[in-house]
């Protein structure tokens, strides 16, 4: 695929090379590089992969995507190689990936379930309704990839965008016509979930989880995390028991659909 065609919904800067650079694949681990593919320089919490652009150049990668400038020495020892600047390259990474698989979420109902607790047990069952109404469902979360005839371990909740995307385009190629996934607030923070649109969100529960080093700094900024998800549906489905609901909502822009036991007005009660 040309290069111009996977930058076709994002704001970059060409530094140097060609959008018609051909792109047979995108990667973001420097060791798995193979000639001809398009590189995304992240800033990590540990590591910069901004440090192996001459090393994956030398593996034959085509493009790179950065987020900061390169010494200006190593740009003029990478002469052949297409150079495009982004504001984040995590976001980008995501909407790179989402072009190269053919945008799949499009050709899927997506369910996302957010929450502290219950999101296995949430995804399984509404799978399992899905299922019953005769649709072929596809999922994704802690228990790994499901969709009719397999089933494979993942490392994360939520995988990284360009593993998210092949799967997505995994489960569309199988005929599945509906995709329920656990969207964790790293997920969210890390834009691996960037440029996929729900059908459905659902909140579950939230509860001090995932804060400290390398996770949220707060459980205020956990819980913001959380919430995007309702800026990203149709419809969000949520628990109006939990006391965070009302914080989690704050900038929701979907349909509300509220559920519990002991809340005075909800449109489900269990």
């Not at 995994?170 to 834009?191: F, H, K, N, R, Y």
């Not at 822009?253 to 005075?264: D, E, M, N, Q, S």
């Amino acid at each position: 695929m040309l290069l111009k065609q996977l930058l076709k919904n994002l704001d970059y800067t060409l530094v140097q090379g060609c959008l018609n650079t051909e792109v047979t694949d995108i990667y973001y681990d420097s060791r798995k590089v193979t000639p001809g593919g398009l590189f995304v320089c992240i800033v990590g919490t540990q590591r910069d992969s901004h440090d192996y652009a001459a090393d994956v150049a030398a593996k034959g990668a085509a493009v790179l995507a950065i987020q900061h400038d390169l010494p200006a020495e190593v740009l003029a020892a990478l002469p052949d190689v297409t150079v495009v600047k982004f504001e984040s390259t995590r976001y980008a990474m995501a909407l790179l990936s989402t072009a190269y698989f053919g945008r799949p979420a499009l050709e899927m109902t997506m369910v996302g379930v957010t929450g502290t607790k219950g999101k296995t047990t949430t995804t399984h069952m509404i799978k399992a309704v899905l299922e019953a109404a005769g649709h072929k469902v596809g999922m994704v979360g802690t228990n790994g990839v499901y969709y009719p005839g397999h089933h494979y371990d993942l490392n994360n909740t939520t995988p990284e965008s360009y593993e998210l995307q092949k799967i997505l385009r995994q489960l569309a190629d199988a005929g599945c016509d509906a995709c329920v996934m656990e969207v964790s607030s790293q997920g969210i923070m890390m834009d691996r979930v960037a440029g996929i649109h729900y059908k459905v969100g659902v909140f579950t529960n939230l509860y001090p989880d995932h804060i400290g080093p390398g996770e949220h700094s707060s459980f205020e900024e956990y819980r913001s995390w959380k919430g995007k998800l309702f800026q990203r549906c149709d419809v969000g489905v949520v628990n109006a028991d939990d006391p965070n609901t009302e914080a989690l909502l704050e900038g929701h822009t979907c349909k509300l659909v509220t559920y519990g036991i002991h809340a005075p007005k909800v449109d489900y009660r269990a």
